[in-house]
Nanobody, 128 residues
Framework: EVQLQASGGGWVQPGGSVRLSCTYS????????IGWFRQAPGKEREALSC????????YYDDSVKGRFTISSDDAKNTVYLQMNSLKPEDTAIYYC?????????????????????WGQGTQVTVSS
């Protein structure tokens, strides 16, 4: 059974940094692609960053490119999202997700509703 557990959210001041963690089980990173999404109040869930099944390629949405970095630690079955230079508009619930075709969702070809596996969300609040 595929399981995903996101953690690391909290409150941070504008300009600050947070690192989210997504611990996964039930699959190997090369079998499914993993990515990060977020959903702000009143907005649709959006893709932020996805790691390809080869665990070397990565996709970033323009809104986070240069500020967020996705990485993985295979020994710990964990994927991270390092978020720097945070802005109030980054406030949202952040989710990790896994799917064989996640890259198509990240690129915008397919909707997030197509994603097969979701972890529970972790809240990130950016405010002064």
């Amino acid at each position: 059974e595929v399981q995903l557990q996101a953690s690391g959210g909290g409150w941070v001041q504008p300009g600050g940094s947070v690192r989210l963690s997504c611990t996964y089980s039930g699959f190997q990173l090369g079998e499914l692609a993993i990515g990060w999404f977020r959903q702000a109040p009143g907005k649709e869930r959006e893709a932020l960053s996805c790691m390809g099944t080869n665990a070397r390629s990565a996709y970033y949405d323009d809104s986070v490119k240069g500020r967020f970095t996705i990485s993985s630690d295979d020994a710990k079955n964990t994927v991270y999202l390092q978020m720097n230079s945070l802005k109030p508009e980054d406030t949202a619930i952040y989710y990790c997700a896994a799917d064989s075709f996640l890259y198509y969702v990240c690129s915008g070809r397919d909707p997030p509703s197509d994603v097969a596996h979701w972890g529970q969300g972790t809240q990130v609040t950016v405010s002064s």
